[in-house]
């Protein structure tokens, strides 16, 4: 008998929904946008955050597509992180940037976007799998890491392959919050829930299909789970 992941319920926030955008946020993403954080403002698990992840154009290009779903969550009061780039966050004014390893080879670490964006910006890493990864984060001053992928996902190739328990290591020692990401949906997210995400990002399984009733189904998955 295997024994279960401590549910945390009474040492840590309820667990929140990081939205992850499509790679096309062109069109009617902006209503969809809305939509979808309107279904997920309310209880005590909420949306928290929209990650903008769009790949392979210019910062003016990535600029205009950001900027009605900037204003959509500015008039909800949910934190915008661009992906990847520090100098589009720096040209937004975003609330945050959300760094892989890679881009941090190409772009700047941690303390580079601290000194470009200011103290009160919200600074994430992506750490896989990795326990090193993840002190080394926390040791520069991220605000958040973000372990995955948990479970298989299209959104993009998959690396690396975390297990639930890396969650409830990282709760039991530190106060930074931990971000768990990859082919999560309503079916599978309360293991991760279980074991200690403070945040769980999300989709696919928001974008494919009705947004609003996705929001919905995740939420009640979250808190039966906790």
Same mark, same amino acid.
């Given at each position: 008998?295997?024994?279960?992941?401590?549910?945390?319920?009474?040492?840590?926030?309820?667990?929140?929904?990081?939205?992850?955008?499509?790679? #096309?946020?062109?069109?009617?993403?902006?209503?969809?946008?809305?939509?979808?954080?309107d279904a997920?403002?309310?209880?005590?698990?909420?949306?928290a955050?929209?990650?903008?992840?769009?790949?392979?154009i210019?910062?003016?290009?990535?600029?205009?597509?950001?900027?009605?779903l900037?204003?959509?969550?500015?008039?909800?009061?949910?934190?915008?992180?661009?992906?990847d780039?520090?100098?589009?966050?720096?040209r937004?004014?975003?609330?945050?940037?959300h760094?892989? &390893?890679?881009?941090?080879?190409?772009? !700047?670490?941690?303390?580079i976007?601290?000194e470009?964006? !200011?103290? #009160?910006?919200?600074i994430?890493?992506?750490?896989?799998?990795?326990?090193?990864l993840?002190?080394e984060?926390?040791e520069?001053?991220?605000?958040?890491?973000?372990?995955g992928?948990?479970y298989?996902?299209?959104?993009?190739?998959?690396?690396?392959?975390a297990?639930p328990e890396?969650?409830? /290591? /990282? &709760?039991?020692?530190?106060?930074i919050?931990?971000?768990?990401?990859?082919? @999560?949906?309503a079916?599978?997210?309360a293991?991760l829930?279980?074991?200690?995400?403070?945040?769980?990002? @999300?989709s696919?399984?928001? /974008?494919n299909?009705?947004?609003?009733?996705?929001?919905?189904?995740?939420?009640?998955?979250?808190?039966?789970?906790?």
């Amino acid at each position: 008998m295997t024994e279960e992941a401590p549910t945390f319920e009474h040492t840590r926030a309820p667990t929140q929904l990081y939205l992850i955008s499509p790679a #096309d946020v062109g069109g009617d993403f902006p209503q969809r946008l809305a939509r979808a954080l309107d279904a997920g403002l309310k209880g005590r698990h909420r949306i928290a955050a929209f990650q903008f992840r769009v790949k392979g154009i210019d910062d003016h290009a990535a600029a205009r597509l950001a900027a009605p779903l900037q204003a959509i969550c500015a008039e909800r009061e949910i934190a915008f992180i661009v992906n990847d780039s520090i100098t589009l966050a720096k040209r937004l004014n975003a609330d945050g940037v959300h760094l892989g &390893q890679d881009d941090m080879a190409r772009n !700047g670490d941690v303390k580079i976007a601290r000194e470009e964006l !200011g103290r #009160d910006a919200q600074i994430g890493v992506t750490c896989h799998n990795s326990r090193h990864l993840a002190l080394e984060a926390g040791e520069a001053g991220a605000d958040y890491v973000a372990f995955g992928a948990f479970y298989p996902t299209t959104t993009k190739e998959v690396e690396h392959h975390a297990e639930p328990e890396l969650l409830t /290591w /990282w &709760q039991t020692l530190f106060e930074i919050p931990c971000v768990a990401i990859g082919g @999560i949906n309503a079916e599978n997210a309360a293991p991760l829930v279980r074991a200690g995400a403070d945040f769980l990002a @999300i989709s696919g399984a928001v /974008w494919n299909g009705d947004e609003a009733a996705n929001v919905k189904a995740l939420m009640d998955a979250i808190t039966a789970a906790q």
